[in-house]
């Protein structure tokens, strides 16, 4: 019997920008795959069902405003930087 350890992995600190990129990615990600709950009232899927294209609308754009800040294109205020 071999007795394996735990396994050590040294990494560096992930920058915040890439790292909400990376979450914001995973959020769409899995909105992508949610439907909607069969079985409810026609007014209450309806509703689900509008709360969840804005969500997916919302992690779309959150995803690509953190590309844009990743890449350098934009400030936080909304504002294009000059090269």
Do not use: C, K, W, Y
């Not at 079985?39 to 779309?60: E, H, P």
């Amino acid at each position: 019997m071999m007795f394996n350890g735990p396994e050590l992995r040294f990494s560096r600190p992930e920058d915040p920008t890439a790292r909400a990129l990376r979450l914001a990615r995973e959020i769409e990600e899995l909105l992508e795959h949610t439907v909607s709950v069969p079985g409810r009232a026609q007014t209450g899927q309806a509703a689900q069902s509008g709360s969840l294209r804005m969500a997916r609308a919302v992690a779309a754009s959150l995803v690509d405003e953190l590309e844009q800040v990743t890449r350098g294109g934009r400030q936080s205020d909304g504002n294009v930087r000059s090269a």
